[in-house]
């Protein structure tokens, strides 16, 4: 199973990006699919999810600036980001959770910079 991530890349504060993340390989469902980031020194934290059944969840953090999606078809999923501040820069992860099993993707780079 792969997943892979694209999407980043530098923008100014208060812009916008759109990440997408593409499952491919032996599976053919999921329960949930995520992004989770991590910044210079810090640990891996959630950022958003999203279940097959299309409720999604946000951290305190990017609630209102950032918005998951998904294709359960296409198992691809995507996370809007907008009103980007410094503080969101950290590379961000694909995470795909399905019976038991967690997939991670290799991460795509987000600096938010004037």
């Known amino acids: 199973v792969q997943l892979q991530a694209s999407g980043g890349g530098v923008v100014q504060p208060g812009g916008s990006l759109r990440l997408s993340c593409a499952a491919s390989?032996?599976?053919?469902?999921?329960?949930?699919m995520a992004w989770y980031r991590q910044a210079p020194g810090n640990q891996r934290e959630w950022v958003a999810r999203?279940?097959?059944?299309?409720?999604?969840n946000y951290a305190d953090s990017v609630k209102g600036r950032f918005t998951i999606s998904g294709d359960n078809a296409k198992m691809t999923i995507h996370l809007q980001m907008n009103s980007l501040k410094p503080e969101d820069t950290a590379v961000y992860y694909c995470?795909?959770?399905?019976?038991?099993?967690?997939?991670w993707g290799q991460g795509t780079l987000v600096t938010v910079s004037s």
């Open positions: 390989g032996s599976i053919f469902g999921f329960n949930v």
């Open positions: 999203i279940t097959s059944g299309g409720s999604t």
């Open positions: 995470f795909l959770g399905y019976r038991g099993n967690n997939y």
